[in-house]
């Protein structure tokens, strides 16, 4: 693990993890990096500056308002004069900041300020590991970017306490530092992908529309895992409420037919991955003006028509994809309607998953999956949607071995 002339902006929290910073300073030095330490006023109450200078060999900025360090917009400087940003410990405190873009210390001024990769070392009683404001700060700062290593489980410092909290080990973060700074090559470098996410609504009148459960998670999600592997990813996404992923071109739409007009446009695209749950009807003729009710008289029918297969469109298309993967949200008879559902479509694989209201599926934040190809079925355990999407991008790579 070389990191020869590699320059490391190490920011130290305050934390009784802070002690592994010195050795962690020592393991990136003896790899060749440059060492130039940013130290919390809270870190200073638990290492001090002289030895954190000793071992890095480099001046040790502290202060925002450092008249000698800020004649030059110092804070700047620091955070641009560096490969990456490397914070170890980060206490939730920090990383709250860092959430929410405050700058009130040299630390967060830096944080804020750098335009290069940040890596974070979480450590802290594993109560506020868990702690919902923290869990929201790290979906945040993830989706911002901003990469982690850790927290590990163990005993903490405190007597008695145990959980998942602790820092990384110096040498699992070396690892991560040059993981990051020498990237191996990306598997989908070079292909193009376009994924559907969310659902569909179809308007009734200008007040209501029907739609489907979803919250588009699930596919966001892969539009992102697709995208970290190197796929110049197309999302396109109907309404929903969560943030659009980083590094994906997002197409915003309503309805099916607005949905397979962007699809269509994206063409040609070497890897399709249709996770949307389009709306199967749609009004056939919507009203202009809210429907009112009338006392003593039934609702008015509602003329439906089918909407557009977008799937089967493009598991038939012309210019059909090299790998086009659909999914299957079922209630019952998962494989059997998983596998009809890929010989009907065209399609190389069908992600199926039983989305009954008790599984929690629709809306949460886990997923089971099992994947439906021409040769048989491979049934994954529980998984966040998140990991779903890592293995799915995975297994999509593995379709590309020259990629």
Known sequence: MDLS?????LIIAGGIAAYKSLDLIRRLRERGAQVRPVMTA?????ITPLAVGALSASHVYTDLFS???????GHIRLARDCDLVLVAPATADLMAKMAHGLANDLASAVLLATDRPVLVAPAMNPKMWEAPPTKRNVETLKRDGIHFIGPARGEMAESGEAGTGRMSEPLEIVAAVVALLQPQLKPLAGKKAIVTSGPTHEPIDPVRYIANRSSGKQGHAIAAALAKLGAKVTLVSGPVTIPDPAGVAVTHVETAAEMLSAVEAALPVDIAVMVAAVADWRVASSANQKIKKQPGEAPPPLQLAENPDILKTVGHHVRRP??????????????????KKLEAKGADLIVANDVSPETGIMGGDRNRVKLILPEGIIEWPSLAKDEVAEGLAQWVADQFPSA
């Open 67 to 73: 008249r000698e360090d800020e004649q030059d917009v």
């Open 322 to 339: 090299g790998l086009v993967i659909g999914f299957a949200a079922e209630t019952q008879n998962v494989e059997a309607n998983g596998r």
């Open 5 to 9: 002339g590699k320059r490391i902006l």
């Open 42 to 46: 809270a870190a200073q109450e638990f």
